[in-house]
């Protein structure tokens, strides 16, 4: 249908929770509430924004990841009882699950960016997490070993630093979701800039005018 109103057509699509904290996992929210800097700069530029889904949530049992729990005491009982290297294929089935899942997401993203495309809108970015096994948009984290780690720690006693454990498990590579997103955009040669929100970013303002440069966008 052809039709022309006041709107100006341009959307952002963003990594979840960058609008809703209480779907990071938890242990690791890097704030209280939404993103409100980056979300302001939106506002001014008068720009849409698209909330990506959280596959963490749909996958591994909602904000307070159930799924994930599941396997602690098993992964627990193999790592300190010297056989979680026979546990390493049932994890990886899980993983590759999971990945399955994220996919399946990802597809269903690009279909919405090819639509809003073919009618015409502008689509200004995508925003992943760049601290995420699931949303980061250059990193990807370690999970057996994430979870072994963790998993100790509890038997130990320790407090689990759930933030620390991501961080010292983050490495260079393909996220779950995002990942795919980015390999799905590419093989239908969407050409759209991504980036990763750094969310353990010294400055949290001076992050989003980051991203806001990235994206050229006044702030
Ligand atoms: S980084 Fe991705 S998977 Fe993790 S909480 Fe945010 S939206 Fe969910």
């Not at 396997?71 to 990886?92: D, E, K, R, S």
Request: hydrophobic share 40%.
């Amino acid at each position: 249908m052809d039709y022309t109103d006041i709107r100006i057509k341009k959307v952002v699509f963003m990594n979840h929770c960058l609008l809703n904290i209480d779907a990071r996992g938890p242990g690791v929210a890097f704030r209280q509430g939404p993103s409100a800097e980056l979300i302001q700069i939106f506002l001014n530029n008068n720009i849409n924004m698209v909330q990506l889904p959280c596959c963490e949530c749909i996958g591994w049992g909602g904000a307070a990841r159930k799924e994930f729990d599941k396997f602690l005491p098993i992964v627990t009982n193999a790592a300190i009882h010297g056989w979680f290297p026979l546990l390493i294929p049932l994890l990886n089935a899980s993983l590759s699950s999971y990945n399955r899942l994220c996919r399946k997401e990802a597809i269903k993203v690009a279909d919405r960016m090819e639509d809003y495309l073919r009618e015409g809108f502008t689509i200004c970015g995508v925003i992943g997490m760049n601290d995420s096994p699931t949303c980061g948009v250059t990193k990807k984290v370690n999970m057996v070993e994430y979870m072994k780690q963790f998993a100790i720690a509890i038997h130990s006693g320790k407090t689990a630093d759930p933030v620390k454990m991501n961080c010292d498990q983050l490495m260079d590579g393909k996220s779950f979701f995002m990942g795919n997103l980015i390999e799905e955009m590419k093989k239908r040669k969407l050409d759209i800039k991504v980036i990763g929100y750094e969310p353990w970013a010294e400055s949290l303002t001076a992050e989003s005018q980051r991203i806001a440069k990235f994206l050229d966008l006044q702030t």
